[in-house]
């Protein structure tokens, strides 16, 4: 995880064997880009619904689906060493704590009425933000995985006319997310392994 003297050498294997669930990451992404770029008949409702509407929902299924494998996965104890799980735990603690802002900003955007292409940009920066936060509160820097798409799409937010821009660009977080974290903490693990071997 981070530089804490707890990180033990028996974490390693299962921090390699872990990193391939970041790329999962690409699959909403990947949903996203795909759509933006494929003709939807959106004058048709299916179950009440339009095909834009669809693709919207089968992304936040995705994205729930990974959620939650990535959650039992990384808290079974019988497939990890107990630190581990505990360490899991706590940056899952911190990054809960995390939301706090996030949910600030609402209320501020609300009292000020602030909406539209300036209410997302600034939700996006101020998301990244958080993550930095996060980051730098566990030393766990994969995280810096999410921050720098998550900051980069709110400031390119005036950039995009909406549309399948908006839907493509989204998507690059996601994919761009899913790669960098995935980089991070194969250069992470690598790191710490190279301090276990100079002891």
């Known amino acids: 995880m981070g530089l ?3 990180f033990g050498r028996d974490w390693i294997q299962c921090l390699k064997r872990d990193n391939w669930l970041n790329l999962w990451w690409c699959v909403p992404g990947l949903i996203l880009v795909v759509s933006a770029w494929v003709p939807l008949d959106n004058s048709k409702a299916w179950l009440g619904l339009l095909a834009s509407q669809w693709v919207g929902l089968l992304a ?5 689906a990974i959620a939650v494998v990535q959650f039992r996965m990384l808290s079974n104890t019988a497939k990890r060493p107990l630190g581990l799980v505990r360490e899991y ?10 939301v706090v802002p996030i ?3 609402f209320i501020w955007g609300k009292q000020h009425a602030i909406g ?3 209410f997302t940009a600034g ?3 101020v998301s990244g933000s958080m993550v930095i936060v996060t ?14 798409p998550l900051i980069a799409f709110g400031l390119c937010q005036p950039l995009m006319s909406g549309g399948k821009s908006s ?4 998507g690059l977080v996601f994919i761009s997310a899913a790669l960098l974290c995935s980089v991070i903490q194969a250069w992470h693990v690598r790191r710490v392994e190279r301090q276990h071997d100079a002891h």
């Not at 735990?89 to 995390?98: A, H």
């Not at 980051?135 to 720098?148: D, E, N, P, S």
């Not at 839907?167 to 989204?170: K, S, Y």
Request: charged share 10%.
């Open 135 to 148: 980051a730098v509160a566990t030393k766990l820097w994969v995280f810096m995985g999410w921050a720098i």
């Open 103 to 105: 949910v600030f900003y």
């Open 116 to 118: 539209g292409e300036a």
């Open 89 to 98: 735990k706590r940056i899952n603690t911190i990054g809960l704590v995390s």
């Open 167 to 170: 839907g493509v660009g989204l």
């Open 123 to 125: 939700l996006f920066v």
């Open 60 to 64: 936040a299924a995705a994205l729930l």
């Open 4 to 6: 804490a003297p707890s």
